[in-house]
């Protein structure tokens, strides 16, 4: 079961719900080389689910995904562009792993600060993170799959609280709080004072829109490519 926060809780919540690492260390801007799973010819008597197709992890992905409500090949295209699947990388900060897990995340989920190293654990609590925001946000069901996932990545890159104001500054200038364009559109009008200082508002100043819009696209690029990958 999951930790539904209080409105009075979100300002300080979003913080830990935020991006994993910030803008500025941010790995998916680095250079790494990312060596791909060789493509082999398999034996037919192998299923799916023994064949590697987007990294190593993939065993781990899909049942961290199934037990978590989430899809594998998101989790997997995060950790691409978090950690370009290095399952020692450590920021400046203390984000861990090949999901960049902060301790703050662990902290909440009652998870011992020392196991965000177990890649399988790191791994569970991005899907935890993911279902968490998942429920705090509300969407109906209708809403279109691409701009779901839109707006629960930038509120894991960005933190939760301030893709609500965005979604509730769209609400209350007539447009569409669960279209990923509008969302995106009054996250980077939340640098401007006319905004932030809406009665809508709750989290204040947001400054780092170029980072979470460049992170959703990514991210939503890389899952697009995995969904052709695998099932």
Known sequence: MFVVLSAATLAAYES???????????VSTTTTEVVEPEQTDTPQAETVEQVCVISRFDPIMRK???????????????????????ENLVSSQGAAGIMQIRPVVARHFNVPVED???TETNIRLAGMLLSELDT??????????????SIILASYNAGIGHVLDARRLARAEGANPNSWD??????????DPAYYE???????KFTGSGQTLGYVNEVMR???QYCNLAS
């Open 182 to 191: 509008d969302v995106s559109r009054y996250l980077q009008l939340k640098a």
């Open 136 to 149: 705090m946000l509300r969407m109906p069901a209708s809403t279109p799959n691409e701009d779901r996932l």
């Open 198 to 204: 809406h009665d809508a508002v709750q989290c204040g």
């Open 64 to 86: 961290v995904g199934a037990e978590e409500g989430c899809d594998w090949r998101l989790m997997s295209a995060i950790a691409y562009s978090e950690s370009r699947f290095i």
């Open 222 to 224: 890389k899952y697009n």
């Open 16 to 26: 830990l719900l935020g991006a994993t690492t910030t803008p500025e260390e941010n």
């Open 116 to 118: 965000i190293d177990d």
